[in-house]
């Protein structure tokens, strides 16, 4: 749980730019990619991490620019990453006019009463969890990744190290 706004500014910054290197990746074509039949394609999964739940965040409060869940996915990769980026600095500053008191209090989140700090907390939790997917298909898509919590294979080996099996 999030104890000072301060605190869920700096780890949903560092969050948001790992997410950004990510989507600056994808390309038009591996948007339609998918795992299987019947489940999201790539780019309705970064699409998700544009809007990532806001709702979750209304919730509580917290209001800021962000496309409704609702909105089809964009069709160009390069605007996707865009609006992700124009969300998470709406984000950001929403979170800025917050004080630390307003994350103790609590509001009915998937039926039960969570905190504001928790639901913050797992906001930025929804949205990792999301990221390691795109990661996933981005692989299956035939496309690089970039290092978010350590180094890609590709990434060892630029070090000039084999990658850990």
Do not use: C
């Amino acid at each position: 749980m999030f104890r000072t706004v301060q605190d869920f500014i700096e780890d949903y910054r560092d969050e948001a730019q790992d997410t950004e290197k990510l989507l600056n990746l994808l390309t038009d074509e591996s948007l339609k990619a998918a795992s299987t039949p019947g489940f999201r394609a790539l780019g309705h999964l970064a699409w998700h991490l544009v809007h990532n739940d806001a709702g979750m965040l209304r919730r509580i409060g917290l209001d800021f620019k962000a496309p409704p869940a609702s909105a089809e996915p964009l069709e160009s990769a390069a605007a996707i990453a865009a609006a992700y980026r124009e969300t998470a600095d709406a984000l950001l500053e929403a979170a800025s006019q917050w004080s630390d008191e307003k994350l103790l209090e609590s509001h009915n989140v998937f039926g039960e009463a969570w905190q504001n700090g928790l639901t913050m907390l797992m906001f930025v939790k929804h949205e990792v969890h999301h990221r390691g997917q795109l990661t996933v298909l981005m692989r299956q898509a035939g496309l690089p990744t970039a290092g978010v919590y350590g180094p890609t294979k590709e990434e060892w080996e630029k070090m000039g190290m084999t990658a850990p099996k």
